[in-house]
């Protein structure tokens, strides 16, 4: 279980559980995964893919709490900033979605949700 490939089996049982579409067992995996690995160069996408999991599965609080983590990570940054916005309107936290859908703008004025959250504050809901 702690042997040099023990790294690549945990992220093979994640893969393995998001295929089958088994949501729960995933989790449970990734959660594994990352309290075995804290300092794996693969933390960012296991907690960016567990948030998602946890988003697509109704944990909004949960889903916000992994997406804020990586809010400054190079590449999943973008897409966590504004998905833990949506979170956090979804669970009717309207001033935290806010203030994040401001930063994001600040953070990234031409990032991949710029257009959406600038219709947000131009409309006023997304």
Known sequence: PSGSL?????LSAI??????????????????????????????????????VRRDRGDCA???????ALSSDPVHGDDALYFAAVCE???GQEAAARRHLHEYLERYPVG???????????????
């Open 6 to 10: 023990a790294h690549e089996v945990a």
């Open 62 to 68: 949960g889903a916000a709490a992994d997406y804020l």
């Open 15 to 52: 893969e393995v559980q998001l295929k089958l579409g088994a949501g729960g067992p995933a989790l449970k995996e990734m959660d594994d995964f990352l309290a075995r690995f804290p300092s794996s160069e693969r933390r960012s996408e296991v907690l960016f893919l567990r948030a998602t």
């Open 89 to 91: 309107q979804q669970l």
């Open 112 to 126: 991949a949700h710029a257009h959406e959250v600038r219709r947000f504050f131009e409309g006023g809901s997304k």
